[in-house]
């Protein structure tokens, strides 16, 4: 099970690769648009070399000679970046072309197993299939997950399936178990993971034991 850290945020960045649970970096332009006053490029390129493993920047428009220039601006910032192309018609020429071109994609905001199949077969290193946007939809989040896991391994398809949209730790359980290759989950999230009141009291009450007995 790999784990991206679903942020731009460098202090955070750092305090989770820190804890060395971090696979990956996955951002998107309402990510960055949290980031007030950087240098969008500046602040890519610091992600870029902070992490080891794979980092998603996303295309800004809806326009498919746009998207594969700057697909190609951003793959040149770094080996390890992969490019976020929204699904839909012209996303899927967009990873057609920048498949042929050796530029990995990300495949982003996929709400149902077609859309992630037709992503895959476009050459997508990489679908994002988005949790908690398909449970606002009324969708079975954790049935369209395990269908396009089940599909791809079937098929033998290469791309891996993101899992990302996390709004509370109670989707974490779930989403590890759905079948996907990876889970990006946002720093408020990933900061709750270690915490359980039980972990808590225990470590007291043996570090209260072991005071008790130096007194002695
Ligand atoms: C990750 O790749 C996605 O862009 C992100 O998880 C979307 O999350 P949201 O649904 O909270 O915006």
Redesign the pocket.
Known sequence: MKIFA?TANLKDLKELISWGIVDGC?T?P??VAKEKGVDFKTRMKEIIDLVDGPV?IEVTTNDLHEMITESKKYAAWGDNVNV?IPMGITGLKAVNILNKNDIKTNV?ACMSTKQAVLAAKAGATFV?L?W??MEDMGYNSELIVGETAEIFERHNIKSEI?L????QVSHINRAMLSGAHIL?I?TPILKKLPWNPRTKSTIDEFLKSWEEFNKN
């Not at 990302?164 to 709004?167: A, E, H, N, Q, T």
Request: charged share 20%.
């Open positions: 679903d996955t998107n309402s990510i998603s976020k982003t994002s988005f908690a946007r993101i990302g949209s996390f709004r990006t946002p």
